[in-house]
């Protein structure tokens, strides 16, 4: 069975500072892997996937992501923090196969706080 | 053009009370899926369509709840007689094809709270 772990709850950072937040999977084969934002209220909306290729994978608003098959993990980043990116953060992995593994398995999602 | 819809935006019910979820997937999506949103828990699958395929109903937590998918458009998740544990929000998404490369899109979400 995937799964995913997204290893914290929150993640603070101030301003103008690069941000990380961390996020490992489990699958079997080759993973395809996605993060999402979820603004309050809201529904989510898809940042950045990474299905083969280069590993470092650039996405909307300024967020990039790192693959890294032996650590399998796929943390997300970003240079400089903007206090508009504070949201709920969430990691998902798909196997690559068809049928009923399209379905997307989440993480628990990490709240991302940024400050003035 | 318009993204996934859903309605109620928020509904309160009772215990024990049928309810009906909607979602109105983007056009020409092929596959629309549900998920549960419990408060401190990421997103539970529920149920999957693709096409006039037989849905894939692996995720959903009992006999209560099923879904439909009519004209392969529009679909419904109706949860009988609720739980208060059924209090959550239940998100839709849509996607092009069911291909695990594809992003799938989310709709706002329905707020259920079973009093």
């Known amino acids: 069975a995937q799964s995913v772990a997204q290893p914290e709850d929150q993640v603070n950072v101030a301003e103008g500072n690069p941000l990380t937040v961390k996020c490992t999977y489990s699958v079997s084969g080759n993973p395809y892997l996605f993060w999402y934002v979820q603004y309050p209220n809201r529904g989510l909306q898809f940042l950045l996937k990474?299905?083969?290729?280069?590993?470092l994978v650039k996405g909307s608003y300024g967020f990039e992501a790192e693959f890294n098959k032996s650590q399998t993990s796929f943390h997300l980043k970003k240079p400089s923090a903007l206090v508009s990116d504070s949201a709920l953060y969430f990691c998902a992995v798909r196997a690559p196969s068809t049928g009923t593994a399209s379905k997307l398995t989440f993480g628990t999602g990490t709240r991302l706080q940024v400050t003035l | 053009g318009a993204g996934v819809s859903q309605s109620p935006s928020n509904k309160v019910t009772e215990k024990g009370k049928d309810v009906e979820l909607r979602c109105d997937p983007i056009s020409g999506h092929t596959a629309l899926y549900w998920y549960r949103q419990s408060l401190g828990q990421g997103l539970e699958f529920l149920i999957y369509f693709q096409g006039n395929s037989a849905p894939d109903k692996s995720g959903l937590p009992s006999d209560r709840f099923s879904a439909e998918r009519t004209g392969g458009s529009v679909s419904t998740l109706t949860i009988q007689r609720t739980q208060q544990e059924d209090s959550a929000v239940y998100l839709c998404a849509s996607s092009l094809a069911s291909g695990g490369t594809v992003e799938q899109f989310f709709g706002p979400g329905t707020r259920l709270t079973v009093l």
């Open positions: 990474y299905i083969t290729g280069d590993n």
